[in-house]
Structure formats: C-alpha cells, structure tokens
C-alpha cells in the first residue's frame, strides 16, 4: 500500500513557529518520493477542523501538524470517515504522537506515512468536542490554564512548574461522578478521563490506557496533602502513581463530571469550559496511522 495525496493542516504557531518548518521538510520529502501534498495553515481550531472534513470528503489522507489541541480539532473533521489521519508532532505536549510515534527525519517520517498500516481507534467525546488525548478537572486542569494565560515557555516542563505555583494555594474538591450509571462522591484534587496514556507534555497519567481497547481510562486523585501531592508528582514522572494511596484508576465508557465550585475543564491541553461535563467513548471511530504502543497494565 502507498499513500499518493495528502493535506497537512498547520497550526503556524506551534512550537514557536517551528511547526512551518517542519511541515516545509516533510512535504519536500513526500513529493519527492511521488506524493502530492498540500498545505494548508488554520486560524484556530474549528478552522482546523473544517480544513480536515475537506481534505477528507476529497479523500486524502489527512497530517495533523501542531499539538494536541490540533490534533483534536483535526481529527473531528476525520472522525467517522474512510479518511486517515497522522499526527506530526509540532506542540508543546505532542502526548497523542508519543503514542503513534513516527520517525524523526523528513525522509523516514514521508517513507512512514506513505507505507505504514493505520487502525481504527477510539476517541472520546466530551460537549460536543472529539478529544484524542485526555479530558481533565481539577488542580491539573488549572494547571494548564495557568501556563497558558501566563505564556510559560512551550516545553513539556511548562505544565510541570504551572502544577506547582497552583498547589501552593489549590484546595480540595468535593466530586460527584456518575461512572457508566453509578453515582460516586469524593473528595480530591483531580479526575482525569484519558483515551491515551500521556497528558501534560509526556507525564504517563493513564500507563495502561491503549487507544483501540473500546475503554476510557478514568484516574482520580484524593485530598492529598500537599507533601503527599508532592510525591504523587515525583511517581507521576516515573508512571508508578497509580496505586499510591489516594489514587485510583478503572476503566470506564461514559462519565459526568460535577464539581462542588466551578471548574476549569480541559481537553487535549484546550479550554473546555467550566462546570458539569459528560465524557463518552466513541470506539473505533478514528483511522490512525501507526501501530497503538502497547503499554503497561496497572488498571487490569
């Protein structure tokens, strides 16, 4: 099988602007292997989108050239076709392409795209938004509002020294989820609904979560002290948290989100909004090029 017509869609300030030159590389590979590409450039997300059903009604294979975010918006407009998709890795967190990884250099990532199998996957849907990463409320969520208001440099650490500035003056939530039907309350600093295993610029949130299993993997985290969130971090870094005390992880297939004040919702590292939210897998709605990773299993 060889790919023949593709269409990136650019988000041009990713990565500082160096999603322009990766996508400029790329291209000149892939048409001089024989493909024909274009090139388009969004001015915001549902313009992405938008660019994507295009492409995709006219059958090309689509290449998502930005961050998470775009990955997303991109994939919504793929969503449900016969069209594939590709992430090329140009954001900030790059989480969903840690999963599909395609290689580093123009020629071998050209050579890739053009031959490698793609799968169907799922992705998650939360108000009426395709998510291909994670959905996040809570103190990681704020997290991510803060390094996006405050302009953090765009590197995965942004997120990390974001978490801190927020923990000094975070103070717990009292949850109440409803989990495929069955109504649970907690209290905690976090709930996170994770269609792939890394959020936040490569922290391994859900190891075991795999994008063609049909599930969600949903981890919450309780009123840990700030010594304790501390720590919880540290093993976050190393994906050993889940187990730690206060922290818990099953697999789930829809779940609302309600919070005792409002919070900041995110998904795939974008605003949500605030407020109650209502997440659901859609399974195998999405084409993907590149084999899902296996990962580890410390849900079960």
Do not use: K
Request: net charge positive.
């Amino acid at each position: 099988m060889s790919r023949d017509v593709f269409t990136a869609v650019v988000n041009p300030a990713a990565g500082a602007g160096a999603a322009a030159g990766r996508i400029t590389r790329l291209a000149r590979a892939l048409r001089e292997d024989g493909a024909a590409v274009t090139v388009t450039y969004s001015r915001a997300l549902g313009h992405a989108t938008e660019l994507a059903a295009d492409a995709a009604a006219r059958g090309h294979t689509v290449l998502a050239v930005g961050g998470d975010g775009l990955a997303g918006a991109v994939a919504a407009g793929v969503v449900g076709t016969a069209a594939e998709l590709a992430v090329v890795p140009a954001g900030r967190g790059n989480d969903l392409a840690r999963a599909v990884a395609l290689p580093a250099g123009p020629a071998a990532a050209a050579a890739a795209l053009r031959t490698l199998p793609s799968h169907a996957v799922d992705v998650a849907e939360a108000a009426g938004r395709v998510v291909v990463g994670s959905v996040c409320a809570g103190i990681d969520a704020a997290a991510n509002d803060l390094a996006n208001r405050r302009r953090l440099p765009r590197r995965p650490i942004a997120y990390q020294l974001a978490g801190l500035a927020v923990l000094a003056r975070w103070r717990p939530v009292d949850y109440t989820l409803t989990v495929d039907g069955e109504t649970v309350s907690f209290t905690g600093h976090a709930v996170v609904v994770a269609n792939a295993p890394w959020y936040g610029g490569g922290l391994p949130i859900a190891p075991g979560a795999r994008l063609d299993d049909g599930l969600l993997d949903l981890v919450t985290v309780g009123a840990l002290s700030r010594r304790h969130m501390l720590g919880a971090l540290a093993a976050l870094r190393r994906g050993t948290h889940l187990g730690r005390p206060g922290i818990a992880a099953r697999r789930i297939r829809e779940i609302t989100i309600g919070a005792s004040r409002p919070l900041p919702v995110y998904a795939d590292g974008e605003p949500l909004g605030r407020g109650q939210i209502t997440v659901r897998v859609r399974p195998a709605a999405l084409r993907l090029i590149g084999a899902p990773e296996p990962a580890a299993d410390p849900v079960g």
